[in-house]
């Protein structure tokens, strides 16, 4: 699998410049965000490491996340991937985190819909968060080649706006 080199190129380069560290949390795109993460030029720089949790017990464990309410929302809401984005931060201290759950199949419990929900952290702090949807006869695996895309994406859109702050 490939990914834009220069989006990859961009972000390291942002993160390298800035000096600053980035971890990430998913659980529909299933390893496919680190494995991003692991190609960007002196990903060890800045990369810090990442989680995947797949289930609820993981998420729970690993991530802090309330198990009441992921039992109630079968593990994907905005604020679950917030919570998720907040805590691998914690767990692997970065600046910078990312975070995903969501659908990459139609299912029952997703009302046969595919969608996520993905949140930055930034400091402590939650910067963004947005729910994605596909169209239900998306293949899963190109579901969770979309997100992880379209996540990257957005990053380099909120490092771009941070540097220009600066």
Sequence with gaps: ?????????????????????????????????????????????????????????????????????????????????????????KLFNTDWSIAITGYATPIRNSAYKIFSFFSFSYKGEVILSKQLELHPKTQAFNAQKYYTEFILGCFKSELNQLIILQ
Excluded: W
Aim: glycine fraction near 4%; aromatic fraction near 8%.
């Design 1 to 89: 699998m490939e990914f834009q080199k220069n989006l990859l190129e961009y972000i390291s380069h942002s993160l390298i410049t800035t000096n600053e560290t980035i971890s990430i949390a998913e659980s529909v795109t299933s390893g496919l965000m680190q494995l991003a993460f692991s190609q960007m030029p002196n990903a060890s720089l800045f990369y810090k490491g990442g989680i995947t949790t797949y289930t609820l017990p993981e998420k729970v464990k690993f991530l802090d996340v309330d198990k009441e309410e992921a039992e109630n929302c079968d593990c994907v809401s905005r604020n679950i991937a917030e919570t998720m984005a907040l805590n691998v931060a």
